[in-house]
């Protein structure tokens, strides 16, 4: 419980936390935050990680009198991580993924995100690549997915590349030129909390018409 606590608290004092962390690890700060946006990105087994707050804190930060972190160097490095981590994440797909499929039940992750993914996907086709990065859990799946239904590499990496560079270059110039306005700086958690609730709020509302749906036809 202390633990998630700590999470919960982390995640939405993330411009705290980051101009902190800033001035304890100083340039490894810009590994660290490479490392958390490739697994989150890269990694089914690590879709709580934070995203679109983490890339608005970033921004935040950023524009810090004195900031240990440079948005123009950051911006490359994060783009580079969020492309990276959906290559690898869509390898992964490619090699394992028939396998997890017939697979019942999984410690490593949930199987019911895999499934609403696929489902995602059957509807978006291709463009759920880039959809997916704005909606937590979608964005960890899609590009597993993707190798499973075994996409062009081609045409998964150009939607990988559009995607990663909207979802970086959305974020973090929106924390840059806002994060550190007083209306917000004092309201940061609830800062945090919309862009969760936005975030999620796609997937929430096709959930419910495909429930809508379902119920209309039964």
């Known amino acids: 419980m202390d633990l998630l606590v700590g999470f919960w608290d982390t995640v939405t004092h993330l ?11 100083g340039p490894w700060l810009y590994a660290f935050l490479f490392a958390v946006i490739f697994c989150e990105t890269g990694l089914v087994v690590t879709p709580f990680l934070p995203g679109d707050s983490l890339l608005f804190a970033v921004g935040a930060v950023c524009a810090l009198e004195g900031s240990q972190l440079d948005v ?37 992750f949930n199987k019911k995100h895999l499934l609403r993914t696929h489902e ?16 937590p859990i979608v964005r960890t799946f899609a590009p597993f ?27 973090v110039p929106a924390g840059y030129w806002f994060g550190n306005q007083p209306a917000v700086k004092d309201n940061f958690h609830y800062v945090i909390f919309a862009i969760i609730f936005l975030s999620i709020l796609p997937a929430v509302i096709e959930i419910l018409r495909v429930r809508m749906r379902a119920g209309a036809e039964s």
């Open 15 to 25: 411009d705290a936390h980051l101009a902190e962390w800033a001035r304890i690890m």
């Open 72 to 108: 123009f160097l950051v911006i490359p490095l994060l783009i580079v991580a969020a492309v990276l981590g959906d290559a690898v994440n869509y390898w992964i797909g490619h090699r394992a993924g028939p396998a997890v499929f017939r697979s019942e039940g999984s410690r490593l």
């Open 120 to 135: 995602f996907y059957e509807r978006y086709g291709g463009k759920t690549i880039i959809i997916a990065r704005f909606v």
């Open 145 to 171: 997915v993707a190798g499973i239904g075994e996409m062009s590499y081609p045409r998964f990496f150009s939607y990988n590349v559009i995607g990663g560079c909207l979802w970086v270059l959305l974020f």
